[in-house]
């Protein structure tokens, strides 16, 4: 089984750049990457303007968040492939207060739901949790096995932006270790928007004098996620666990000054997986020869069976587990793209389904906001002020303030649009070619 990370830096104009102009198909582009997981970022396209080419994708479940109230902005997406792996539950939102109306028909998810942050924990208003899972960044699929996390963690484009992305980072924590002491492993894909070491960065020196630093790891992004992965946390960096002294391992370039064919550039996008999930991978890469975007994927490879103690587990019972569940049950995932309201049982005219496709990202304002936020809204507009002592966890959680560094300065950068990469190259992987493509948003 393979799982794929990939910032994609719009979903929609994807299909624009070779090789995948010459299909024009997303299930083409699904089956070339050739992954039962696939975890998309920077998807940057609204409930409104989805289209069935990119919601119902013969053989795949896709699973979406988007921005609320921001067209071509952030949004995530997760595809499934439906012959070889279900998940149990869906969740949208880091914080899981957008979803406090849905009951999980599964006894054994029900520490899934018990990890939702409310209000007053970590000293988080109810708006401010809204906040945070506002911008479409995250979906979390419980598949029994393990629960799998899809983030597109915030970029901090201003001094005004580090608490978000700082609370952001927190929360996450908070519901990975909540998690783990329920006894669940944990899965991580995505663009995190921090690079870890040095050896991450292709001038750490540079980072230092911009964000005026005593050293590299000073900065408190870096400082969370260096207690987050092992030695001093409980996340193991797949890529690192396979590949710890390889350097110029980076993901993303800044197509404003062309630093892909110069592989001048840092690594921001990961696979985290918990301690007990570590004997299943055999592999962990980086795939700087994909094209398409300032970004490219991140691959992990998990085991068809392993041996411990003389006891031979395969990784088809442990996944296949959830195949089992009546569709009855499954159609209780409202999160699935399937099963929206305007892709539900194909009841649209199949006119709506052949409309002509838009070239270029969404720059409209969107209409009325997904069902599920204005759910979270309407259920939780009474609850600001509500009992943090719930429980042991929110106990615990309720006494924790995030504090921030002052010290630390920004330099925001703007995007342009990607050019079109020239198609001249025959083999899959030489499919790839470098190129120019918009400026990356590189975090330190």
């Known amino acids: 089984m393979r799982l794929l990370t990939w910032n994609v830096n719009g979903l929609r104009s994807l299909i624009q750049y070779y090789p995948w102009c010459e299909h024009k198909s997303y299930q083409t582009l699904l089956e070339t990457l050739d992954a039962d997981i696939i975890c998309f970022q920077e998807t940057k396209i609204t409930l409104e303007r989805l289209e069935a080419s990119l919601a119902i994708i013969p053989g795949y479940d896709a699973y979406f968040s988007f921005a609320k109230g921001k067209p071509a902005y952030s949004g995530v997406v997760t595809y499934v492939k439906t012959n070889s792996i279900t998940p149990v539950a869906a969740e949208e939102g880091i914080t899981g207060i957008l979803n406090v109306d849905m009951k999980s028909s599964f006894d054994n998810n029900q520490s899934l739901s018990d990890t939702r942050i409310r209000s007053g924990m970590y000293g988080l208003t109810t708006n401010e949790l809204l906040d945070l899972d506002s911008e479409g960044r995250c979906v979390i699929l419980d598949f029994q096995m393990f629960v799998l996390f899809n983030l597109y963690c915030p970029h901090e484009s201003s001094s005004e932006r580090l608490p978000f992305k700082m609370n952001f980072y927190q929360i996450l924590q908070a519901r990975v270790e909540a998690l783990l002491r329920a006894g669940r492993q944990v899965i991580i894909l995505g663009d995190l928007n921090v690079t870890h070491k040095e050896i991450d960065h292709c001038d750490p020196q540079r980072s230092v004098r911009e964000y005026e630093l005593e050293s590299f790891g000073d900065h408190p992004a870096r400082k969370w996620f260096d207690g987050f992965v092992a030695p001093n946390g409980p996340m193991i960096d797949l890529f690192r666990e396979f590949h710890p002294d390889e350097k110029g391992m980076y993901t993303c370039w800044n197509t404003l000054i062309n630093a892909r064919p110069a592989n001048y550039g840092t690594r921001l996008d990961y696979i985290l997986v918990s301690q007990g999930l570590v004997k299943w991978f055999k592999s962990c890469s980086v795939e700087q020869k994909v094209?398409?975007?300032?970004?490219?994927?991140?691959?992990?490879?998990?085991?068809?069976?392993?041996?411990?103690?003389?006891?031979?587990?395969?990784?088809?019972?442990?996944?296949?587990?959830?195949?089992?569940?009546?569709?009855?049950?499954?159609?209780?995932?409202?999160?699935?793209?399937?099963?929206?309201?305007?892709?539900?049982?194909?009841?649209?005219?199949?006119?709506?389904?052949?409309?002509?496709?838009?070239?270029?990202?969404?720059?409209?304002?969107?209409?009325?906001?997904?069902?599920?936020?204005?759910?979270?809204?309407?259920?939780?507009?009474?609850?600001?002020?509500?009992?943090?002592?719930?429980?042991?966890?929110?106990?615990?959680?309720?006494k924790q303030k995030l504090t921030i560094s002052k010290s630390v300065k920004f330099k925001g950068r703007k995007r342009k649009q990607k050019p079109v990469i020239s198609s001249n190259q025959p083999s899959l992987l030489s499919y790839f070619k470098q190129s120019t493509q918009t400026e990356s948003s590189e975090d330190p």
């Open 291 to 398: 094209m398409g975007s300032d970004h490219c994927p991140v691959v992990g490879e998990l085991y068809d069976e392993i041996e411990e103690d003389g006891h031979k587990d395969i990784l088809k019972n442990e996944i296949n587990l959830s195949m089992n569940i009546s569709d009855e049950k499954l159609e209780t995932l409202r999160l699935c793209a399937k099963y929206m309201q305007k892709f539900n049982g194909n009841q649209q005219t199949l006119k709506s389904f052949f409309s002509k496709p838009s070239t270029k990202e969404d720059n409209s304002e969107t209409g009325n906001e997904s069902d599920a936020i204005k759910t979270s809204h309407n259920n939780l507009s009474e609850s600001k002020n509500a009992d943090s002592s719930i429980n042991n966890f929110e106990k615990q959680a309720a």
